[in-house]
């Protein structure tokens, strides 16, 4: 069963997943949800030049996208790694709108971004480069360590495995001394989980249509 394409309230596309019957992105707005949850809570609270980046489902591209405009816009310069089991199809990449929504001189890099080649690095931009890992998460055995997390699995509703103990207690192991995790989830179960693991949490107030978020550190 392929995703299906949706516009979310902000006129950004997400994709319907008919495996887990759940959207990627927030139906209230895409883009502004990955701003504000990752960009805003995770990439703005690390001062680092040099950052080490690992995504959970690197899906769509979006936050990947995100973060090496910032970079450039910044000067910094980022190690992005990202995991993601079900790659999206070409079809449907070609047809989402996040280059016209956010930067449409930025198509080369949106595309490098795809084309990419899985279980390699490489150099997207100068200041950016990307490995993107094709395997099971749940099963994944991290070897680096990271300033920023980007949690960004399906709900632990559709996908419990995704958010267990043993999933923060290794993130938590790579983590580096005051590594960021941030995620749209602000589930109790998820929240205790990553305390058990030796984070300190917070919970901070979510874009438009979720309450709360939440923000781990590893002090
Ligand atoms: C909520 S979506 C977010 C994707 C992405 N960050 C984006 O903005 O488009 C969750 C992603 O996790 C991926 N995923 C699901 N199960 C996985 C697994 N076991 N290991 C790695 N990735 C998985 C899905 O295919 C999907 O791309």
New binding site residues.
């Given amino acids: 069963m392929e995703n299906s394409l949706k516009i979310t309230k902000d006129g950004s596309h997400t ?1 319907f ?1 008919p495996m887990v019957q ?1 959207c ?2 927030s139906e209230n707005g895409a883009i502004q949800e ?1 701003e504000h949850i990752f960009i805003k809570a995770g990439w703005e609270s690390c001062d680092k030049t040099d950052i080490k980046i690992f ?9 990947a996208f995100l973060t090496l405009l910032k970079a450039k816009e910044q000067g910094k310069s980022v190690s992005y790694t990202s ?4 790659p ?1 199809g070409g079809d449907i990449l070609n047809k989402l709108n996040y280059v016209q929504q956010i930067d449409a001189e930025s198509e080369c890099c949106f595309k490098k971004l795809h084309e990419a080649v899985w279980d390699t690095r490489e150099s997207i931009t100068p200041f950016f480069t990307l490995e993107k890992i094709q ?4 099963k994944l055995q991290l070897t680096d360590s990271y300033d920023l997390i ?1 949690f ?3 709900s632990p509703e559709k ?1 419990p ?2 958010w267990s103990q043993q999933i923060f207690d290794m993130l938590y192991r790579h983590a580096n001394e005051g590594a960021v995790l941030t995620t749209y989830c602000s589930k109790g179960i998820v929240r205790r989980a990553m305390q058990a693991a030796g984070f300190f949490v917070e919970r901070l107030p979510g874009p438009p249509g979720k309450r709360e978020i939440l923000r781990a550190i590893k002090k």
């Fill in positions: 994709l997943s759940e990627y992105h990955s995504e959970v489902g690197f899906g769509t591209g979006l936050n995991v993601e089991y079900f999206v395997a099971d998460f749940t980007y960004d699995a399906f996908q495995e995704m």
